[in-house]
């Protein structure tokens, strides 16, 4: 057989000599430069799964996963945690009258007391929560219907507010804050108190500043006009939301840097919840004395005034005391992911290895020597 020369040019679509005719060069025009990224001549590496990498990765997998998910499912169970229904669907609720008569347009406050007890006593800092059930928070048009600009203290959003915050944009006036998501604002009033076997009552000190994030508090929320602690020229060409009771500046009146846009219980509620089933932070119960425990076993009233319907979308509402660790909340879920995980490897890795054994020298056996 003669031997040919090579010409990379040739392999590229060019060959020396005359000229060829248009629509041939057209065609050939169409192959892939001769490059090692387009002929897929780039260096490349592919592990070889052999029983010698497989069965250590398997076994080393379960070996750390395992412990780590103890340890992380023991720390959660060792958060205390007490929950209690108060939204009053049960006629032998103390709130069944408040949640059959209330409703957004109710002028006077409906007030009840439900009592509880707690079996053990919360050590350090207990954090209070409220929770709703079937509430969606996710629903898209929810979700964009806020005008950050606004949010963010900026003066000509204030009185020309996004178009995103229909149908809640005015109501004659401009309504700052607007949109649903501030309309639609958690008010009920939460006290706590603890009755001694007397039966005399003394309130919980519950603390409402830290309860929202450093960046919302200081970045993303901002009053209109500075740091002006009187907020009622600056909102005067407004209004406050259709549901709400009082205007944006009463929120909180006592303190200047808990009012208006910047107010925490606003903040916090206008950071959306990606599940219907939710809790947010409402207080934080800050222990005082190394000596005695934060929440004492014993029992407790809850006093609720009742400002917040749930009955038109099938809610529920919750009161939420818990104590946290250095993984946060009581949430079991990532200890049994890690254990689960763990073992399945670890199990996977004693199968592997038996068939291994088993199967590995005949197959070797087998093999025709070259």
Not at 93 to 116: A, D, E, L
Not at 121 to 147: C, I, P, T, W
Not at 326 to 349: D, E, Q, R
Request: charged residues 20%; proline residues 6%; glycine residues 8%.
């Amino acid at each position: 057989m003669m031997a040919t020369s090579y010409n990379a040019k040739e392999e590229d679509g060019h060959r020396s000599g005359p000229s060829i005719t248009a629509g041939v060069s057209t065609d050939r025009s169409k192959k892939p430069d001769n490059t090692a990224f387009k002929q897929q001549r780039l260096p490349a590496w592919q592990p070889i799964l052999t029983a010698g990498t497989v069965l250590p990765a398997f076994f080393a997998i379960g070996v750390i996963f395992i412990p780590i998910g103890i340890g992380l499912y023991v720390t959660s169970n060792n958060i205390k945690e007490f929950e209690i229904d108060y939204t009053g669907v049960d006629t032998y609720s103390p709130c069944f009258n408040c949640s059959q008569s209330y409703s957004w347009n109710s002028t006077k406050p409906c007030t009840c007391v439900v009592s509880f007890s707690l079996d053990q006593a919360f050590e350090g800092n207990v954090f209070m929560y409220y929770g709703l059930s079937n509430f969606y928070q996710n629903h898209r048009r929810y979700v964009k219907s806020r005008d950050d600009r606004q949010l963010n203290g900026d003066m000509s959003a204030l009185t020309d507010p996004s178009k995103e915050c229909e149908p809640y944009r005015k109501n004659v006036k401009p309504i700052a804050p607007c949109g649903a998501i501030a309309n639609s604002l958690f008010n009920d009033t939460l006290e706590l108190n603890y009755i001694f076997l007397n039966g005399t009552q003394a309130q919980i000190p519950l603390s409402k500043k830290g309860i929202a994030w450093w960046t919302d508090k200081h970045v993303k929320f901002r009053n209109p006009g500075g740091n002006n602690s009187n907020l009622l020229p600056v909102f005067q060409d407004t209004t406050k939301p259709i549901n709400w009771a009082k205007p944006v500046y009463e929120l909180d009146i006592t303190d200047p840097d808990n009012n208006g846009f910047i107010n925490e219980d606003f903040i916090v509620w206008m950071r959306t919840a990606a599940l219907p089933t939710f809790r947010k932070l409402y207080r934080i119960i800050q222990k005082n004395s190394m000596m005695t425990p934060t929440l004492p076993r014993g029992n407790y009233s809850l006093h609720i005034t009742y400002n917040y319907p749930v009955r038109s979308f099938d809610g529920r509402k919750r009161m939420i005391l818990s104590t946290i660790s250095w993984m946060g909340g009581k949430n079991p879920f990532l200890g049994i992911a890690y254990i689960t995980v763990g073992s399945i490897c670890f199990f996977l890795g004693v199968v592997l290895f038996i068939i291994h054994q088993k199967y590995g020298n005949r197959s070797k056996g087998a093999e025709i020597p070259s």
